[in-house]
C-alpha cells in the first residue's frame, strides 16, 4: 500500500505512533533499569559497595513496573498487528528466545538478591547474574530492532532464500543489526549514570556517576556513527528516511543539541539538566528510527495500513488505551512521586 | 537426520511447561495480596503488632514470587508469537482485546506493588494499605482478562470464517464467550482457595510443634478465611463449569468422563483405564445416571460420547480423565476439609477459635496434608482443559498443528526453558524454605522487644 501523502492520520497510523511511545517509555525506563546492571558490573574503586547499593536502592521499587511498558507495547502489537508481530516472531525467535532468558534471570536474581540471603557470596552471585543479564539483554533487542530496520526480516527482505541460518540467524547478526545492538547498551549505560547521579545526595558517588556518564556519552555518539555508517550498506530504507525526508535536518539538529546538552550538564554538574537533555536524546533517536522506517512496520513489505486488525479491534483498543492511560498515568505519577521526588529534593 | 521429538511436539511441551509454571506464581499473585491486606487491615484496626509482623513477612516472600511471576508471564507473552505465530495472526485481532486490558491491569498491579512492598513507613497507613487493595483487585483482574482469551480457545466467538480468512470481527462478542463467566469464576477461586489452603497448612504445620504460637494463630485464621469459602464454593463452580463443557465442547467432556457411547442416562465413571482400542473404561466404579444428572440435571439428559466424534479429532483420553478425577477427588479433599473447620469453629469467638483450631491436632494434620493441593488442583484442571481441546487450539476453527511456527529445532529452546525454570523452581523452593523456618517463636509477651529490635535494624540499612 502506499502511503497518503497529506492524507489525514489514520488510527492504525496513531496506534503505531502508541507503540512506539510505549517503547520509548521502555527505553527510558526500564532501559536505564538494564544499564543499572551495566554500571553494577563496572562498580569499581573504594565505593564499588556504595555504587552497587545506590543501583539496588534506585531500580528496587519501580523496575517491575517500568518492565510493563514493554508487554503493553506488545500486547498492542499482536491486538492491532497481527501479521506483524506473528512475522517477528517467527524470523527473530532466536534473539527474542535468548532475551527472554536474559530477562527471566534479570529479574529473579534482582530479587533473590534483595530478598534472599544477607551472606556476601550469595550477594555476589546473584549479582554477577543480574550484571550479566543486563548486558546480554539489551544487546540482543537491540540486534533484533537493527534487523527489522535492515528490512532483513520482511518476506521480501535480504532474508529470503533457503536454509536455518539464510531465514533465522543472518538477519540480526549482520553488522549493521550487531552495531544497533551495542548501540542500545550503551545508551541504556548512559542514561542510567545520567539518572544515578539523582539518586544520591552523596558527593563522591554522584562524582563517580558523572565521570561514567561523560565517558558514556562520548561512546553513545561513536558508536551511533558507526551505526549510521553501517546503515549504508545494511539499512538503505531506513537511512533514506533518515536523510532524505523534510524533517530529518531539524530532527538531526535536536538530537545533536540534546547530545551536547546532557554532556555540558553533565560537566557543569547540573543533573537536572543533564537528565532531561540524556533522555531527550534518547528518545529522539528512538523516533527519528520509527520515522526512518514510516509507512512500513517491517520494511520492505509490511506496512502499517496493510498489516492493521479490522477497524473495530483499532477502535477498542484505542479506547482501551484511553481509559488504561486515565489509570495509569495517575498511578504512574504516584509512584515516582513516592519513590523518586526524595533524593534530588534534599 | 531423524529429530529427536517432533517440532509441533516440542513446542507444545514448552507451551505447557512455560504456563504450568506461570500458573503457580499467578495464584500466589492473586492470592497473597488478599491475605496481605486482610492482616494489615486488622493491624490498623486492633494495633496488634504481630498482624504488622505478618503482612510485612508474607510481603518479603512474595516480593519474590511477584517478580518470578512477572518475568514468565513476560515469557508467555513472547511465546505466543514465538510458538503459536499461526494462532497469533488468525486470533490477535479477536482476542487482543482481554490482552490488552490485562497489560494494564499488569501496569496498575506492578505500580502498587512496588508502592506496597518498598512503602512501609514511606506513605500514610491508609494509603498503605489501599495501594495493598489496588494489588489484590489488579491481580484478580489480570487473571480475568487472560482466562477469558483462554475461554474463548475453547468456545470461539465474535466472528465469521469466509474462505479460511476470519471476517465479521466483534471482540466483545469475543470476550463474552460462553466458557468466560464459568472459567473466570472457576480459576478466581482457585487462586484464593490454593493459597488460602497452602498458607493454612504451613502456619498449621507450625502450630503442630507450638500450638501456643500467637503469629501462627493469627496467619492460620487469616488464611481460612481467604481459602475457606473458596474451597467450599469450588465445586459448585466447578459444577458450572462442566455443564457449560457439556453443552459447547463435547469432546472434551466424552474424554474427561472417558464416555465411549453417547447414551441417555449416562453413569458417573470413576477411576478406571480408559481403553481406547476396545472402546471401554476397565475397572472403574459407575454411579448410574450420574453423570447425565451433574451436566445436565436431568436424569435422562442425553451425553454424547467419543463414539459422536471424529477419531482424529480425540484428544488424549486418558491424560484428560486422570487429570480431571485428580481435580474433583483433591477439590472434594479440600472442601470437606474446610468444613470440618468450620465445624469445629461453631459460634466461637476470633480469639477463643484460635485457640480451638490450633489444639485439634488431626484438624492440624489435615490442613497440612492440604497445602499443595490447591496447587495440584489447578494444574490438574488447566491440562484437562488444555489437553481436553486438542487436537485444536481455537476449538473447531484452527488446528493447533496448522499453528505451530516453521522455525525447525524446537527441542532446543524447549530443553532450555524446561532447565531454567527447573533452576528457579529450586530456588525459589529454598528460599521460600528458609523464609518459613526463621519465622518468629517467641512468647507473645517478648514479642514487642523482638519486634522494635528488628525494626531499628532495617531502618539502620536503608
Ligand atoms: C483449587 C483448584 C481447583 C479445584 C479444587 C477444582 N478445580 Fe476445576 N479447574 C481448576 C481448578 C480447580 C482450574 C485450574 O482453575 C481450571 C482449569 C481451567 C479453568 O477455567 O479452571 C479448572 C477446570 C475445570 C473444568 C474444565 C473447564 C473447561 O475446560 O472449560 C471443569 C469441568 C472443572 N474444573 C470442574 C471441577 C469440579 C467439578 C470440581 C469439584 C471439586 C473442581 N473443578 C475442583
Ligand atoms: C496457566 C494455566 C495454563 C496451563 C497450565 C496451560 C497448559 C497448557 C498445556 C499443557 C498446553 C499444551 C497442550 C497440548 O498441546 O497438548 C497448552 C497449550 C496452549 N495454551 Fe494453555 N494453559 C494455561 C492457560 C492458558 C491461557 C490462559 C491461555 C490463553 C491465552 C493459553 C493458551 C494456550 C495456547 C495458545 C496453547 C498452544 C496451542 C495448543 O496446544 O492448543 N493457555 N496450555
Ligand atoms: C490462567 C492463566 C493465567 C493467570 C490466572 C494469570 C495471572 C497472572 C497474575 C495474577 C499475574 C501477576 C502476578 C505475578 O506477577 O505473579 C500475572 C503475571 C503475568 N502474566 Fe499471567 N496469568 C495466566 C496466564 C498468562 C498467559 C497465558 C500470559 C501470556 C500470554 C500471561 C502473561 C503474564 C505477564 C506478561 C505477566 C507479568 C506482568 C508484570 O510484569 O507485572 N499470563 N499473571
Same mark, same amino acid.
Given at each position: 500500500m502506499e502511503p497518503k501523502d497529506g492524507g489525514r492520520v489514520t488510527l492504525a497510523e496513531i496506534l503505531a505512533g502508541v507503540i512506539v511511545a510505549a517503547l520509548n517509555a521502555y527505553v527510558l525506563l526500564a532501559g536505564a533499569d538494564f544499564g543499572g546492571g551495566v554500571w553494577d558490573l563496572f562498580a569499581r574503586g573504594p565505593r564499588a559497595r556504595?555504587?552497587?547499593?545506590?543501583?539496588?536502592?534506585? !531500580?528496587?521499587?519501580?523496575w517491575e513496573a517500568n518492565h510493563v511498558w514493554l508487554i503493553l507495547a506488545l500486547v498492542l502489537l499482536f491486538t492491532c498487528f497481527p501479521p506483524v508481530f506473528a512475522q517477528l516472531s517467527i524470523r527473530l525467535h532466536i534473539p527474542f528466545a535468548l532475551a527472554l532468558i536474559g530477562i527471566v534471570l534479570r529479574g529473579s536474581a534482582f530479587a533473590f538478591r534483595s530478598y534472599g540471603g544477607q551472606r556476601d557470596e550469595v550477594q555476589q552471585r546473584w549479582g554477577g547474574v543480574f550484571a550479566g543479564a543486563s548486558i546480554v539483554t539489551p544487546l540482543l533487542l537491540g540486534m533484533a530492532v537493527g534487523a527489522v530496520a535492515a528490512g532483513a526480516v520482511g518476506e521480501g527482505g535480504t532474508g529470503k532464500g533457503?536454509?536455518?541460518?539464510?531465514?533465522?540467524?543472518?538477519?540480526?547478526?549482520?553488522?549493521?543489526? !550487531?552495531?544497533?545492538?551495542?548501540?542500545?547498551?550503551?545508551?541504556?549505560? $548512559?542514561?542510567?549514570?545520567?539518572?544515578?547521579?539523582?539518586?544520591?545526595?552523596d558527593r563522591a558517588l554522584q562524582e563517580d556517576f558523572r565521570r561514567r556518564g561523560l565517558v558514556a556519552g562520548v561512546a553513545v555518539m561513536v558508536t551511533g556513527i558507526v551505526a549510521l555508517a553501517l546503515s549504508r550498506g545494511g539499512a538503505e530504507a531506513v537511512q533514506r528516511?533518515?536523510?532524505?525526508?523534510?524533517?530529518?535536518?531539524?530532527?538531526?539538529?535536536?538530537?545533536?543539541?540534546?547530545?551536547?546538552?546532557?554532556? @555540558?550538564?553533565?560537566?557543569?554538574?547540573?543533573?537536572?539538566?543533564?537528565?532531561?537533555?540524556?533522555?531527550?536524546e534518547v528518545s529522539l533517536i528512538l523516533w527519528g528510527w520509527a520515522l526512518g522506517q514510516y509507512p512500513y512496520l517491517i520494511p520492505p513489505d509490511f506496512t502499517i495500513e496493510g498489516s492493521a486488525a479490522p477497524l473495530i479491534t483499532l477502535g477498542l483498543a484505542m479506547g482501551a488505551i484511553v481509559l488504561g492511560g486515565a489509570v495509569l498515568f495517575p498511578s504512574l505519577y504516584y509512584l515516582f512521586h513516592v519513590f523518586k521526588g526524595r533524593a534530588s529534593e534534599v | 537426520m531423524f529429530p529427536p521429538m517432533p517440532d509441533l511436539l516440542a513446542a507444545r511441551s514448552?507451551?505447557?511447561?512455560?504456563?504450568? $509454571?506461570?500458573?503457580?506464581?499467578?495464584?500466589?499473585?492473586?492470592?497473597?495480596?488478599?491475605?496481605?491486606?486482610?492482616?494489615?487491615?486488622?493491624?490498623?484496626?486492633?494495633?496488634?503488632?504481630?498482624?504488622? =509482623?505478618?503482612?510485612?513477612?508474607?510481603?518479603?516472600?512474595?516480593? *519474590?514470587?511477584?517478580?518470578?511471576?512477572?518475568?514468565? /508471564?513476560?515469557?508467555?507473552?513472547?511465546?505466543?508469537?514465538?510458538?503459536?505465530? /499461526? $494462532?497469533?495472526?488468525?486470533?490477535?485481532?479477536? *482476542?487482543?482485546?482481554?490482552?490488552?486490558?490485562?497489560?494494564?491491569?499488569?501496569?496498575?498491579?506492578?505500580?502498587f506493588l512496588g508502592i506496597y512492598l518498598y512503602g512501609w513507613g514511606r506513605i500514610s497507613r491508609r494509603a498503605h494499605l489501599f495501594a495493598g487493595v489496588l494489588v489484590a483487585v489488579s491481580g484478580a483482574l489480570s487473571g480475568i482478562f487472560v482466562v477469558i482469551a483462554n475461554a474463548w480457545m475453547n468456545t470461539p466467538t465474535g466472528f465469521e470464517v469466509v474462505g479460511g480468512v476470519i471476517t465479521h470481527v466483534d471482540p466483545i462478542a469475543a470476550m463474552a464467550n460462553p466458557a468466560a463467566f464459568a472459567q473466570t469464576l472457576h480459576m478466581l477461586l482457585a487462586a484464593y482457595a490454593a493459597t488460602g489452603l497452602a498458607v493454612a497448612g504451613i502456619h498449621a504445620y507450625m502450630l503442630?510443634?507450638?500450638?501456643?504460637?500467637?503469629?501462627?494463630?493469627?496467619?492460620?485464621? !487469616?488464611?481460612?478465611?481467604?481459602?475457606?469459602?473458596?474451597?467450599?464454593?469450588?465445586?459448585?463452580?466447578?459444577?458450572?463449569?462442566?455443564?457449560?463443557?457439556?453443552?459447547?465442547?463435547?469432546?472434551?467432556?466424552?474424554?474427561?468422563?472417558? @464416555?465411549?457411547?453417547?447414551?441417555?442416562?449416562?453413569?458417573?465413571?470413576?477411576?478406571?483405564?480408559?481403553?481406547?482400542?476396545?472402546?471401554?473404561?476397565?475397572?472403574?466404579?459407575?454411579?448410574?445416571? /450420574?453423570?447425565?444428572?451433574?451436566?445436565?440435571?436431568?436424569?435422562?439428559?442425553? !451425553?454424547?460420547g467419543l463414539d459422536a466424534i471424529p477419531r482424529d479429532q480425540w484428544p488424549n483420553v486418558p491424560a484428560v480423565h486422570w487429570s480431571f478425577q485428580f481435580m474433583v477427588a483433591l477439590g472434594t479433599y479440600m472442601a470437606v476439609v474446610v468444613l470440618w473447620a468450620g465445624w469445629v469453629l461453631r459460634s466461637r469467638g476470633r480469639r477463643e477459635g484460635?485457640?480451638?483450631?490450633?489444639?485439634?491436632?488431626?484438624?492440624?494434620?489435615?490442613?497440612?496434608?492440604?497445602?499443595?493441593?490447591?496447587?495440584?488442583?489447578? =494444574?490438574?484442571?488447566?491440562?484437562?482443559? =488444555?489437553?481436553?481441546?486438542?487436537?485444536?487450539? *481455537?476449538?473447531?476453527?484452527?488446528?493447533?498443528?496448522?499453528?505451530?511456527?516453521?522455525?525447525?529445532?524446537?527441542? @532446543?529452546? $524447549?530443553?532450555?526453558?524446561?532447565?531454567?525454570?527447573?533452576?528457579?523452581?529450586?530456588?525459589?523452593?529454598?528460599?521460600?524454605?528458609?523464609? *518459613?523456618?526463621?519465622?518468629?517463636?517467641?512468647?507473645?509477651?517478648?514479642?514487642?522487644?523482638?519486634?522494635?529490635g528488628e525494626w531499628s535494624r532495617k531502618t539502620g540499612d536503608a
Open positions: 556504595a555504587q552497587r547499593e545506590l543501583v539496588v536502592q534506585a !531500580i528496587g521499587p519501580v533457503e536454509g536455518f541460518v539464510t531465514l533465522y540467524v543472518l538477519p540480526w547478526v549482520s553488522p549493521f543489526a !550487531i552495531s544497533v545492538g551495542v548501540f542500545a547498551l550503551v545508551c541504556f549505560a $548512559f542514561l542510567a549514570a545520567v539518572y544515578l547521579t539523582l539518586e544520591t545526595t528516511g533518515l536523510l532524505g525526508a523534510p524533517w530529518s535536518l531539524p530532527l538531526h539538529v535536536l538530537t545533536g543539541a540534546a547530545a551536547v546538552g546532557a554532556l @555540558v550538564g553533565l560537566w557543569r554538574r547540573q543533573w537536572r539538566w543533564a537528565r532531561i537533555a540524556a533522555a531527550g | 514448552q507451551m505447557g511447561v512455560s504456563l504450568g $509454571f506461570h500458573i503457580l506464581f499467578a495464584i500466589v499473585g492473586m492470592g497473597m495480596p488478599v491475605l496481605m491486606v486482610l492482616a494489615e487491615r486488622r493491624w490498623l484496626a486492633t494495633g496488634d503488632e504481630i498482624y504488622h =509482623e505478618l503482612a510485612q513477612r508474607w510481603g518479603k516472600g512474595t516480593a *519474590i514470587l511477584f517478580a518470578v511471576g512477572a518475568v514468565s /508471564g513476560t515469557v508467555l507473552s513472547f511465546e505466543l508469537g514465538l510458538l503459536w505465530p /499461526g $494462532f497469533m495472526r488468525l486470533a490477535g485481532a479477536v *482476542i487482543g482485546m482481554p490482552f490488552s486490558l490485562e497489560g494494564f491491569a499488569f501496569f496498575t498491579e506492578a505500580i503442630l510443634r507450638d500450638s501456643t504460637n500467637a503469629f501462627h494463630r493469627r496467619a492460620l485464621s !487469616i488464611a481460612l478465611l481467604v481459602g475457606g469459602p473458596a474451597a467450599v464454593l469450588q465445586p459448585i463452580s466447578g459444577d458450572l463449569a462442566a455443564r457449560q463443557v457439556a453443552r459447547y465442547q463435547p469432546a472434551k467432556l466424552a474424554a474427561m468422563e472417558a @464416555v465411549f457411547e453417547t447414551e441417555r442416562g449416562a453413569p458417573l465413571v470413576l477411576g478406571g483405564w480408559p481403553d481406547l482400542d476396545a472402546r471401554t473404561t476397565r475397572y472403574a466404579i459407575r454411579i448410574p445416571y /450420574g453423570l447425565s444428572l451433574l451436566a445436565y440435571h436431568d436424569p435422562h439428559a442425553e !451425553i454424547r484460635g485457640r480451638v483450631l490450633a489444639e485439634n491436632r488431626r484438624l492440624m494434620w489435615a490442613l497440612v496434608v492440604a497445602t499443595p493441593m490447591g496447587f495440584l488442583a489447578t =494444574e490438574a484442571g488447566w491440562m484437562t482443559t =488444555e489437553l481436553g481441546r486438542q487436537p485444536w487450539v *481455537i476449538y473447531g476453527i484452527l488446528r493447533t498443528r496448522d499453528a505451530v511456527t516453521p522455525m525447525p529445532g524446537l527441542i @532446543v529452546p $524447549f530443553v532450555a526453558f524446561t532447565l531454567l525454570y527447573c533452576f528457579l523452581g529450586v530456588i525459589v523452593a529454598w528460599l521460600l524454605y528458609r523464609q *518459613i523456618v526463621r519465622s518468629p517463636t517467641v512468647p507473645e509477651q517478648l514479642w514487642r522487644v523482638v519486634r522494635t
